[in-house]
């Protein structure tokens, strides 16, 4: 089964460092796709990058990245020169086999990001 | 329309009472999603179709969850005789092609039951 892991319920980062949220991930798939989302406070999920198993390089969409680490299952989100704007919840998500026969994207519990001015 | 429309936003139901949830996908996007997300959790897949067609519902925790998607675009949720547990956001998604894609949400609807 396919199981999505963040372990850092919170985290505090001081506006323009950069922070690193954790994700790691359990599927016997060889084919498979990450995805972060942002959740501000008022709840809409904002989709911000996307990770393909098979990608050779790591993703980047302006000033967030993806960390992938095959080998050791994570796929970690980098934040660049963080902004207050970037106070909310973030979430891994991974799509389902495309075989599977299911439609269900998982997603983990979440981390709560705070910038802090 | 730009992106996934939900309504109504926020929705305070009796216990016993009926509620209808409506999504509006993007426009020409073949799947929809819905999902549960308790305070402080993560997301839960309720239902998903694939036009008008139901193809998954393995998420839908009761029979008194009913999703339906008539044309394949509109989609509403109902939940009949509605309980406190029942309270959440429930976020509808939508993705252009079938499974796999990225998959785009609303702001989600937020349901209280007093």
């Known amino acids: 089964a396919q199981k999505i892991t963040q372990t850092q319920p919170g985290m505090f980062v001081q506006e323009k460092e950069a922070v690193t949220l954790d994700c790691t991930y359990d599927?016997?798939?060889?084919?498979?796709?990450l995805f972060w989302y942002k959740q501000p406070s008022s709840g809409e999920m904002i989709f911000l990058i996307y990770?393909?198993?098979?990608?050779?390089q790591n993703a980047t969409e302006g000033r967030y990245s993806l960390n992938f680490q095959k080998a050791r299952k994570s796929a970690n989100l980098v934040i660049s020169a963080s902004q207050l704007g970037d106070s909310a919840m973030y979430f891994c998500?991974?799509?389902?086999?495309?075989?599977?026969?299911?439609?269900?994207?998982?997603f983990g519990t979440g981390t709560r990001l705070k910038v802090l001015a | 329309g730009a992106g996934v429309s939900q309504s109504p936003r926020y929705k305070v139901a009796k216990r016993g009472q009926d509620v209808a949830l409506r999504c509006d996908p993007i426009?020409?996007?073949?799947?929809l999603f819905w999902y549960q997300q308790a305070l402080g959790q993560g997301p839960e897949f309720l239902t998903y179709?694939?036009?008008?067609?139901?193809?998954?519902k393995s998420g839908l925790p009761s029979d008194r969850f009913f999703a339906e998607r008539p044309e394949g675009s509109v989609s509403t949720l109902k939940i009949q005789r509605t309980q406190q547990e029942d309270s959440a956001v429930y976020l509808c998604?939508?993705?252009?092609?079938?499974?796999?894609?990225?998959?785009?949400f609303g702001e989600g609807s937020w349901l209280t039951v007093v």
């Open positions: 998604a939508s993705s252009i092609g079938t499974v796999g894609n990225t998959i785009y």
């Open positions: 599927t016997s798939d060889q084919s498979y796709g």
């Open positions: 990770q393909g198993s098979y990608d050779e």
């Open positions: 998500a991974m799509r389902p086999k495309i075989t599977s026969g299911t439609y269900k994207y998982i």
């Open positions: 426009s020409g996007h073949v799947s």
């Open positions: 179709f694939q036009n008008e067609a139901q193809l998954d």
